[in-house]
């Protein structure tokens, strides 16, 4: 078992050096032994020992991080693991405050606080908040292994043989998730149901083919044909359980967290220099704003659009119009996934064009219809990026295909996604947002600042992307495009006043509806979605408008302090070469230099 060498090598460091105090001179093994007491060198000693430990407790992690030496582990979701796991970060967490942090350097006093938040609030998540209880979509075997089973980094045979290893104790893994369900939310409880129903997809066709294809003897791929068909049924067993006894049982939890549980969460999750109260606050100022410049937008725009028709005295109204009218320029039901392809290029090149940055065109982004294992979640597309130690891997660019919707749902989908804001969703999805973004963390020398990435930063950038993009010229600076970011803005904007009221709060969801379709000009289809998200997660709805306003504050802050000498170019890959850093964090070290 992985175990931390720090404090052995602070004791060993600290007896040499006084061992060689009563020598005449500094020879050479005692500057060695002074240098190796400073806090730097300590610090860096203690992160790959901590990191290798926090990969062995967390496989499935370390899987997605593109670590893979643990790949055929499998975590038993049980009381006795969550002991062993509690044992792990209190003993890491002694370790850490060993060391003086702050005597690091910028970069190292970071990742101390990144680790000092992970060990914090790991624990907080396991007996405070306590979703290992109430969520039954924490319990699902098929991504991890659709993880490994879709890698390029091991051959074939090997990766299989790590699946087989892993899903050798499925029916323990999916009793034990039923032992801890206690009193669950409903929404969580149908995700779990929805989610693992389309995981048996990953234990079917694909998985048998590979087996069948491979080099593993007969009697491995007997054995792991036989685990297939367990896990199968334990799947199958686990869906059952939730259904016939859960459902029917009706004992359900509310999804609301509460506030004080509400801004814990924020506190861990988003690492801020606000609080929750004063980001919720922010916005509700930020979404008086965006209805300012919308109504003033839509006035130029009514003659073009409606001429000779009376403009609505209605701020709302005139609004809503214009919107509705811009809407109506989208691609079809079945052309969806394909009009999101076409649109990739058409970004690259604008963005080389334009020097914002410079691209890796090394890295394959890859667009595809979202796996069945992940749909259900409320988020119609999404970014599967390869982590720090698998960085050649493809990126998936998840889109989820509406050939399965009614026309009518599907109608209104694609008015929410027409073809302006199509065009931002892409800018901020893949180029220069989470794509880009993910890429260049992957180059960071921080493996900390990668392997503990803030959502803040992640979602902020690719909500201030968007807006550089258009600052820069994107869309021909014309007053539709940027009606249209202000709505899609609108709905960063509000997804931090709904995360708040839903959790910290008491709204309900016809209010939810007619707060985004009325001051966010939502489409149903996309206000309905949104409230189910908001029931599902806690704070991730918080994080587009926080990391965004942070970001924007500082690059707004540096162009004044520089003047004529600021270059966005560099701004934005100075920013980037951080890794996924807290926004304050990122923000001390840029003003520093």
Excluded at 163 to 181: G, L, M, P, Q, V
Aim: aromatic share 12%; hydrophobic share 40%; net charge positive.
């Amino acid at each position: 078992m992985p175990h931390f060498s720090a404090p052995k090598l602070i004791l060993t460091s600290f007896a040499a050096a006084a061992f060689l105090s009563g020598c005449g001179g500094k020879s050479d093994s005692r500057k060695q032994a002074e240098a190796d007491m400073q806090p730097d060198a300590v610090f860096e000693r203690f992160k790959p020992s901590f990191i290798d430990s926090l990969w062995y407790y967390n496989p499935e992690w370390a899987s997605g991080a593109g670590f893979h030496k643990y790949d055929s582990l499998l975590v038993v979701p049980n009381a006795g693991r969550r002991q062993v796991d509690s044992a792990f970060q209190v003993r890491a967490h002694k370790q850490l405050l060993s060391i003086e942090a702050g005597k690091l350097s910028v970069n190292n006093q970071t990742d101390y606080r990144l680790i000092e938040n992970y060990l914090n609030g790991a624990r907080w998540y396991a007996d405070t908040l306590r979703d290992w209880q109430w969520n039954p979509a924490n319990y699902n075997l098929a991504s991890s292994v659709a993880e490994i089973l879709n890698g390029r980094y091991q051959p074939l045979d090997r990766r299989l043989r790590s699946i087989s290893f892993k899903i050798w104790r499925a029916a323990d893994y999916y009793e034990a998730a039923k032992t801890n369900i206690k009193q669950p939310t409903k929404e969580h409880t149908e995700l779990a149901i929805l989610q693992n129903q389309g995981g048996l997809n990953v234990f079917g066709k694909p998985l048998l083919d590979s087996v069948a294809r491979s080099g593993l003897s007969e009697r491995e791929k007997q054995q792991l044909r036989d685990r297939i068909s367990t896990t199968r049924q334990a799947i199958t067993a686990y869906v059952a359980f939730l259904k016939e006894e859960v459902l029917t049982a009706g004992k359900f939890r509310s999804f609301r967290l509460g506030k004080a549980l509400f801004d814990q969460k924020f506190s861990y999750d988003i690492q801020a220099s606000y609080t929750a109260d004063e980001v919720y606050q922010k916005a509700q100022q930020h979404r008086q704003e965006l209805l300012h410049d919308m109504g003033k937008r839509a006035a130029r725009l009514w003659p073009k659009y409606f001429a000779g028709q009376p403009m609505p005295t209605d701020s709302l109204a005139l609004i809503k119009q214009v919107v509705g009218k811009l809407s109506e320029k989208h691609a079809t039901q079945a052309g969806f996934v394909a009009a999101v392809k076409q649109q990739i290029p058409v970004l690259v090149k604008f963005v080389n064009d334009h020097q914002l940055l410079t691209q890796d065109p090394s890295k394959p982004l890859v667009v595809r219809e979202t796996p069945l294992y992940m749909r259900g979640s409320g988020a119609g597309a999404s970014v599967s990026a390869p982590g720090p130690y698998d960085k050649a891997a493809n990126t998936y660019y998840n889109v989820e295909p509406l050939d399965g919707q009614p026309a009518t749902q599907a109608q209104s989908y694609l008015r929410e996604y027409n073809d302006y804001t199509l065009q931002i969703l892409n800018i901020h999805e893949a180029i220069p947002g989470h794509y880009t973004q993910l890429v260049y963390a992957n180059r960071s020398p921080s493996l900390i600042k990668s392997i503990f990435g803030n959502g803040a930063m992640i979602e902020g950038w690719a909500v201030y992307a968007e807006r550089m993009m258009l600052e820069s010229g994107y869309g021909g600076n014309t007053d539709e495009i940027w009606l249209m970011w202000d709505k899609w803005n609108m709905r960063v904007t509000l997804n931090a006043i709904l995360d708040h009221e839903v959790h910290a709060g008491t709204i309900t969801e016809a209010q939810t509806l007619a707060l985004l379709q009325r001051d966010g000009f939502q489409e149903e289809s996309e206000a309905r979605n949104k409230w189910r998200r908001a029931t599902l997660s806690q704070v991730q709805l918080s994080s587009y408008f926080t990391g965004y306003t942070a970001i924007y504050d500082l690059r707004e802050e540096l162009k004044k302090r520089e003047g004529k000498a600021f270059s966005l170019k560099a701004f934005n890959e100075q920013f980037l070469s951080y890794g996924s850093a807290p926004v304050k964090y990122i923000r001390g070290m840029m003003l520093k230099k």
